[in-house]
């Protein structure tokens, strides 16, 4: 291809999907122009490093590099043995997974990526050791890869031929009393914070700052959900509606950017990069060594509302899908209220909602009228389970010993022998463990939608999704009804700002066991993803019909999203990708579908601009 034929290429790049990219790459390749193409190195290319450079880096980093190895390739080998069934049995344990280097939480998402190990990985236990993996990987050409909890539905976390920093044994965690980020002495006022390092999981900081320390950090839902990860996807836990967004909650973070610089960013001291690590989408900006965020009083109480409710036929479904919509908008949109509602197929409603700074009397008082209201209909409708109103001290909450104690059903112990004893998730969400994603999609709905003249059409756009596939409205995931102080601070982070005036992030997803194409007996099952594909698309089209270029949740989202940049940022991409060109305008850091990656081809190796 001609120069000027590439430039007329590369111009329309940023409206091609990514496998396109990859495919337009590849004819370049061929075309004869390959000196102008950039492409990392590969092992078996005559650049990869030699055997004594790796033993440089590993002396760099005291012994922390790891030549990886996957449990898989034991199945790869003898899929029916004994060893490979106890890894698939093992891979439905989130900590088994998560002390893996070679092995993320997702499995793989059909059609879209398989979880590969890298070739290599620095198990990282300080920054010096970051310094060293970026600035060997960008001297060497190397794909860098980033993994914390490894959570990513993406495949973000993982790349096949590449470079790891793995940051798991980061995890220290420190409270302060009075925090003051470095450079903001004259611009802010001390305030309460926990240090977190980014390898450590959730659960590890509700630990310090609930169980032990008696204040509240805003984070996740899932425990084993990386802090790093979660924070630069912007973030949402169960009580997000009253704390906001977990990345607003952030005061300073220590990032290595590409060049090799361990930088401070906060309000005050690269304030550019402080605010694109907020929602930005993790791996894009540089590796986070440490994070803090302030912390918060604990309410007395948190607690749940749970319960199934059948209807028996279609027209009793859409009134309790409407009865629903209303008593949610007229008692739970606001800050008390966080979680979710599942409008299912067989006219089903599953109700799991969370609420905090209530009493078990005044829980009881928000929901009378809509108990009322079923029990004045006991023909209409089964609520079996029946609804539950609980409520135990907010302070044990995250609380492994108490949380086995009073509710041993609701969360599950990693089983593995001499596993920690804090070692715990949530059960419901064992599905996600290891799973191989068939589809996922989500969706930011407009406040609006609750008004009354609005009701009908989100009511029977709910209706008609569910006559495909389950729908979850996460109300936690949207900040309509949080103090304005928190939408505030939501707004000053690089999340879509759509996420503001959202009741609720629509999520409709489907997923299979753990399984690995080429490994027999335990591959996915591709009838069942296409079908549940189909059904999750036609779900989704569904509801979207009352929504105008819906906003989603980056790291809750469809793979194949062909809007990604509107979708996941809106109108805050070209401030974001400024921030990108800034800090690694040679793109170090690439991720599927993140900042500045319609510059690389699918696979982020190759540079589509002019190299
Ligand atoms: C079971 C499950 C439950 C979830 N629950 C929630 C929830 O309740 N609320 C919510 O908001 N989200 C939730 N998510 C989404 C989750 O927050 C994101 O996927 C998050 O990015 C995961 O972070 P991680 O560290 O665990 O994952 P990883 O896969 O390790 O990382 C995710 C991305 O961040 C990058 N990254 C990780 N560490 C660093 C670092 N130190 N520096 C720079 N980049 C880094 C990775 O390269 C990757 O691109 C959930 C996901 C799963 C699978």
Redesign the pocket.
């Known amino acids: 291809m001609k120069r000027r034929q590439f430039l007329n290429a590369a111009a329309a790049i940023p409206l091609l999907p990514g496998a396109e990219l990859w495919q337009l790459a590849a004819a370049r390749a061929d075309d004869g122009d390959a000196k102008q193409v950039f492409s990392r190195v590969r092992p078996g290319d005559a650049a990869w490093p030699s055997e004594e450079s790796w033993n440089k880096l590993g002396r760099a980093v005291e012994g922390r590099l790891i030549k990886v190895d996957s449990p898989l390739s034991a199945c790869r080998e003898a899929p029916e043995s004994p060893a490979c069934h106890e890894v698939f049995k093992a891979l439905r344990n989130p900590y088994y997974i998560g002390d893996h280097v070679g092995l993320?939480?997702?499995s793989g998402w059909v059609g879209a990526w398989t979880s590969r190990p890298s070739v290599y990985a620095v198990a990282a236990r300080k920054t010096d050791d970051v310094v060293a993996a970026v600035n060997f990987a960008r001297e060497n050409k190397l794909r860098l890869?980033?993994?914390?909890?490894?959570?990513?539905?993406?495949g973000?976390?993982c790349a096949a031929d590449s470079l790891l920093v793995w940051?798991r044994e980061m995890n220290a965690i420190s409270l302060h009393e009075a925090f003051v980020g470095r450079g903001c002495e004259e611009a802010q006022p001390p305030q309460p914070a926990v240090s977190v390092g980014?390898?450590a999981l959730w659960l590890a900081a509700y630990e310090a700052v609930t169980t032990r320390g008696g204040r509240y950090v805003q984070g996740?839902?899932?425990t084993?959900?990386?802090?790093?990860?979660?924070i630069?996807?912007?973030?949402?836990?169960?009580f997000s509606k009253k704390y906001g967004l977990?990345a607003a909650g952030l005061l300073e973070a220590e990032?290595v950017t590409a060049d090799g610089v361990a930088r401070i960013a906060n309000a005050c001291t690269n304030p550019d990069l402080f605010w694109g690590l907020k929602g930005g989408?993790?791996?894009?900006?540089?590796?986070?060594?440490r994070l803090t965020l302030r912390t918060r009083e604990l309410p007395q109480f948190f607690g749940a509302v749970v319960g199934t409710i059948r209807a028996p036929s279609e027209t009793a479904f859409r009134e309790l899908i409407a009865r629903a919509v209303s008593f949610y908008a007229d008692r739970l949109l606001n800050a008390h209220w966080g979680e979710q509602m599942r409008f299912g197929p067989g006219n089903k409603l599953e109700i799991s909602m969370v609420f905090q700074g209530l009493n078990q009397r005044q829980a009881e008082e928000v929901w009378k009228p809509f108990r009322e209201w079923l029990a004045a209909s006991p023909r209409d409708f089964t609520v079996e389970p029946p609804l539950r109103i609980v409520t135990l001290p907010a302070r044990i909450f995250w609380s492994a010993a108490f949380m086995k104690m009073i509710a041993p059903g609701a969360v599950v112990a990693d089983d593995r022998p001499h596993a920690p004893a804090g070692n715990v998730y949530w059960a419901d969400?064992g599905g996600?463990?290891g799973h191989v994603l068939y589809a996922y999609r989500s969706a930011w709905l407009p406040v609006s939608l609750l008004r009354e003249k609005e009701r009908p059409r989100l009511v029977e756009a709910l209706f008609e999704s569910t006559r495909h596939w389950g729908m979850s409205l996460h109300f936690n995931?949207g900040l309509a009804g949080a103090p304005a102080e928190e939408i505030a601070a939501a707004r000053d982070t690089a999340t879509n700002p759509a996420v503001l005036d959202a009741f609720a992030l629509a999520i409709c997803g489907a997923e299979g066991p753990p399984a690995f194409p080429g490994v027999k007996g335990h591959e996915p099952n591709l009838n069942a993803a296409g079908r549940a594909a189909s059904a999750v698309t036609k779900s989704m089209d569904k509801l979207l019909e009352v929504v105008d270029e819906a906003g989603s949740?980056v790291?809750?989202s469809d793979f194949f999203e062909p809007q990604w940049r509107r979708s996941f940022w809106g109108s805050n991409y070209p401030r974001l990708a400024a921030v990108k060109k800034k800090y690694d305008p040679d793109g170090l850091f690439t991720?599927h579908h993140?900042v500045g990656s319609e510059e690389w081809s699918a696979d982020g190796f190759t540079r589509l601009g002019p190299g």
């Open positions: 993320t939480q997702t890869v980033v993994k914390g909890g490894g959570h990513s539905y993406q973000t976390s940051t980014a390898g996740g839902g899932c084993t959900v990386g802090v790093a990860g979660l630069q996807s912007g973030g949402f836990g169960s977990a990032v989408g993790g791996g894009s900006l540089g590796i986070v060594t969400t996600e463990v995931k949740y790291s809750e991720v993140g």
